[in-house]
């Protein structure tokens, strides 16, 4: 009878209808009736209109262009944000941000009964590309994320020679590499969808269609050792959307709602720990709307050419998860330094300390990955020591965020079996910081958050801090941030309907 296009749960594809880096609609296609392509349903066992069963196999090709700025809070000065004033900290810009992916979505619709569908997408990464470059102004002469070695030497040998104040010049990674080119299998998604209503059927009532979807983990988790572009994440999705064609006016206005709930896969990067209130991707809440425009209409021939515009908005809250800085925290070439390499006599506490010995500019720089006890690199029954080496998986603690968008496109129904869908949108991400771990819980009550991660100096073994917690890159005044994030995106879609 019709075809389905409900919201579907993968960030990185591109697709028409309520898309976005937050979820993506995902298409099947009418025959020869009108609707707006969120609301329609693949059904069977439809007597009435003499359609035993539906099958749609819809491939599309996409792409998705983000580009952003990454800012760091610090003291003021002239290069910080205009209002800053002592003793405010202000913003700087650091770096220019761009990610390019190229994706291959197979999606399958099936009827089980009338105005119902089992539906799942088969999502292939062709190219997914995270770069990072110095902004307009900055290098390592004057970067607070990628200084050069004399800037280092020179803030160590200060710290050495007067004793006046800790070092505080660290290199979080080397800017100027682009992360790891990724491809292969994403997380595929499995759902059913239903119409209880249908504006079709029953002229004087509005479509409206109810969708659960589940997206496993089946995609390679993303590391820094890898290609992968899983998420390492089991997402649960509930969508409910309705439309309303008024034929005299040639629109099919639609409006639709989606909610998308992370929760941690075995196989991921996101751990439990009792002092991180985060140990997932936050939730999200997605909200699209606009109108079909039937451009052409001939039932008999089962032709139909519409024109689709709408907005998006939505919100992810706050949540551990991978960022415009995964791959450069992933690949830092601190990674694998042990505290005695950073100079460090003693077990890291999780505080900032100075080196006890004055260790080489490369390795004193890293002295921030090897002092966040989280970091430490242990194998089953290993304990903490000035010989273990860590490394940062570069997922962080990402503050939420409101997205607002719009979408635009063609759907080209030819033929009962052929249809041809053509997409464009745009998205806007509010600014939000990346670095952004609590200290950890106040287990005590005594309105502090111990940061030494072997217990509390009491001696009462409680352990407060969160192991995510870094000073250097968490504290106020030391975050980063994303600004001006835009992102553009096409596809072309061709589906076959049996």
């Given at each position: 009878?019709?075809?389905?296009?409900?919201?579907?749960?993968?960030?990185?594809?591109?697709?028409?209808?309520?898309?976005?880096?937050?979820?993506v609609l995902v298409a099947s296609l009418p025959s020869g009736l009108h609707a707006a392509e969120l609301t329609d349903v693949v059904d069977a066992a439809d007597v009435q209109n003499n359609n035993p069963y539906d099958f749609h196999i819809e491939p599309t090709i996409g792409q998705r262009f983000e580009q952003g700025v990454i800012t760091r809070e610090g003291p003021c000065g002239e290069t910080t944000t205009p209002e800053c004033e002592l003793p405010q900290t202000g913003l700087t810009r650091e770096l220019d941000y761009r990610r390019v992916t190229t994706q291959?979505?197979?999606?399958?619709?099936?009827?089980?009964?009338?105005?119902?569908?089992?539906?799942?997408?088969?999502?292939?990464v062709v190219s997914d590309q995270r770069e990072l470059r110095y902004a307009d102004g900055v290098n390592q002469s004057?970067?607070?994320?990628?200084?050069?070695?004399?800037?280092?030497?020179?803030?160590l040998n200060a710290a050495f020679t007067d004793d006046a104040e800790f070092f505080t010049e660290y290199r979080f990674f080397d800017v100027q590499n682009n992360g790891p080119k990724r491809s292969g299998l994403g997380d595929?998604?499995?759902?059913?969808?239903?119409?209880?209503?249908?504006?079709?059927?029953?002229?004087?009532a509005a479509t409206l269609t109810m969708a659960f979807d589940y997206v496993a983990p089946t995609g390679r988790p993303q590391?820094?050792?890898?290609?992968?572009?899983?998420?390492g994440v089991h997402e649960i999705q509930f969508a409910i959307a309705t439309s309303r064609e008024f034929e005299e006016a040639h629109l099919d206005p639609y409006f639709g709602f989606r909610f998308a709930l992370p929760l941690a896969a075995s196989n991921g990067l996101f751990e439990q720990d009792p002092n991180s209130p985060l140990t997932a991707p936050g939730a999200r809440f997605t909200f699209t709307g606009g109108t079909e425009v039937i451009l052409y209409s001939n039932p008999e021939?089962?032709?139909?050419?519409?024109?689709?515009?709408?907005?998006?908005f939505g919100y992810q809250l706050e949540g551990r998860?991978?960022?415009p800085l995964f791959d450069a925290f992933a690949n830092s070439s601190c990674n694998g330094l042990t505290p005695e390499d950073a100079g460090l006599s003693a077990v890291p506490d999780g505080n900032v300390y100075r080196p006890d010995s004055l260790p080489s500019a490369t390795n004193g720089a890293c002295s921030w990955v090897v002092q966040q006890p989280g970091n430490a690199d242990l194998g089953p029954g290993q304990a903490l020591g000035v010989n273990t080496?860590?490394?940062?998986?570069?997922?962080?603690?990402?503050?939420?965020?409101?997205?607002?968008?719009g979408h635009t496109g063609f759907n080209l129904q030819f033929n009962s079996y052929v249809k041809l869908r053509l997409g464009f949108g745009f998205q806007y991400q509010t600014p939000h910081f990346l670095t952004t771990a609590d200290a950890g819980s106040d287990a005590d009550n005594n309105d502090i958050v111990d940061l030494n991660p072997q217990g509390t100096e009491g001696g009462d073994g409680v352990v407060e801090r969160n192991p995510n917690y870094n000073l250097v890159l968490d504290a106020v005044g030391r975050r980063m941030r994303l600004e001006n994030a835009l992102s553009l995106n096409w596809n072309i879609g061709l589906a076959i309907q049996f």
């Open positions: 009878m019709a075809a389905h296009d409900v919201v579907k749960g993968c960030s990185m594809s591109p697709r028409l209808g309520t898309w976005c880096a937050l979820g291959m979505d197979f999606d399958f619709q099936i009827g089980l009964f009338r105005d119902l569908e089992f539906h799942t997408t088969l999502p292939i004057n970067s607070s994320i990628s200084p050069d070695d004399s800037r280092i030497a020179s803030g595929m998604t499995f759902g059913l969808a239903w119409s209880p209503y249908n504006d079709q059927r029953n002229p004087h590391r820094g050792s890898n290609n992968g572009v899983g998420r021939r089962a032709q139909d050419f519409t024109f689709d515009a709408g907005m998006d998860d991978y960022s080496p860590y490394s940062h998986d570069g997922i962080l603690d990402v503050e939420g965020f409101g997205t607002v968008g």
